[in-house]
């Protein structure tokens, strides 16, 4: 069994920037492409990024693309979210998530990954 930990997390103004990271523990994640999901209050999970398991391949939701970058360290066993030019609407609590399967392809639903951290908190502020 995995477990990950978010941390990074935290209010910015507007314009600010924030790197997330995923830690994993318990077995690797080398194999396994990786996920970041949001959700903001009164609003479902959204897809934010994932990466492939190598982290040859990259892939971004429509609304953060240009302004975040995903990265993996994968001596480290740890997953990164970069974000940059941050804006209100991106407040929400951050999770990341591992793909089921090893050496499966990237997705954008949730419904694909099977462990899940606890969650990080960004506030961004106008």
């Known amino acids: 069994q995995v477990q990950l930990v978010e941390s990074g997390g935290g209010l910015v103004q507007a314009g600010g920037s924030l790197r997330l990271s995923c830690a994993a523990s318990?077995?690797?994640?080398?194999?396994?492409?990786m996920g970041w999901f949001r959700q903001a209050p009164g609003k479902e999970r959204e897809f934010v990024a994932a990466?492939?398991?190598?982290?040859?391949?990259?892939y971004y939701a429509d609304s953060v693309k240009g302004r975040f970058t995903i990265s993996r360290d994968n001596a480290k066993n740890t997953v990164y979210l970069q974000m940059n030019s941050l804006k209100p609407e991106d407040t929400a609590v951050y999770y990341c998530?591992?793909?089921?399967?090893?050496?499966?392809?990237?997705?954008?639903?949730?419904?694909?990954?099977?462990?899940w951290g606890q969650g990080t908190q960004v506030t961004v502020s106008s």
């Open positions: 990466i492939s398991w190598s982290g040859g391949s990259t």
């Open positions: 318990g077995r690797t994640i080398s194999t396994y492409a």
């Open positions: 998530a591992r793909r089921t399967g090893t050496y499966s392809y990237s997705s954008y639903s949730s419904r694909e990954y099977d462990y």
